[in-house]
């Protein structure tokens, strides 16, 4: 891993370590939401993915994502041009690519007493899974627009 990494270099040009580090754990991008078009920006919900542990806001199945989750981001340097509307404004990913600075909260920026969950910036606290939310109630628990 290279020193300071996402300051410096280009997205296209980060090693796949890099490129997972750059995840700062929020989840928020597990969570269902709704979107007119796929460059608009979604309407999400409180409902996570049935495949997200909500506590260590992580995949449970991330290596096989692609095929368990159909439509599930699967986001690469290759397509973040085109679905970066897709993703909530404070993803790591979203900022790099808009030039934008990480968060003061962000792992690689913070010691590691302060993260994602205890500076409230995931989602752990108020997701609920899929599995106990019937789809014609998930209107419901739409949400603000991150
Ligand atoms: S399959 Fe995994 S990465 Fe994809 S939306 Fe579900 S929890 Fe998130
Ligand atoms: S929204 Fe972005 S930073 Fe947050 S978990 Fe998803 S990919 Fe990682």
Redesign the pocket.
């Known amino acids: 891993m290279r020193k300071n990494f996402w300051k410096n270099i280009p997205l296209n040009d980060l090693s796949s370590e890099e490129w997972e580090l ?9 969570l269902n939401k709704f979107s007119k078009t796929k460059k608009c920006a979604p309407i999400y919900t409180s409902v996570a993915c049935k495949f997200l542990d909500i506590n260590k ?1 992580s995949c449970k199945v991330y290596s096989e994502r692609e095929k368990k989750r159909k439509d599930c981001l699967i ?1 690469s340097p290759k397509n973040i041009n085109k679905i970066v509307n897709l ?2 404004t ?5 900022l790099i690519y808009e030039k934008k600075p990480l968060p003061s909260w962000h792992h690689l920026n913070l010691p590691k007493n302060k993260n994602v969950h205890n500076t409230k910036n995931s989602v752990k606290n108020f997701a609920i899974s899929e599995e106990y939310v019937d789809s014609s109630d998930i209107v419901n628990f739409i949400f603000e627009k991150f």
């Open positions: 750059l995840c700062d754990g929020c989840g928020k991008c597990c806001c986001l993703l909530p404070s993803c790591s990913y979203r």
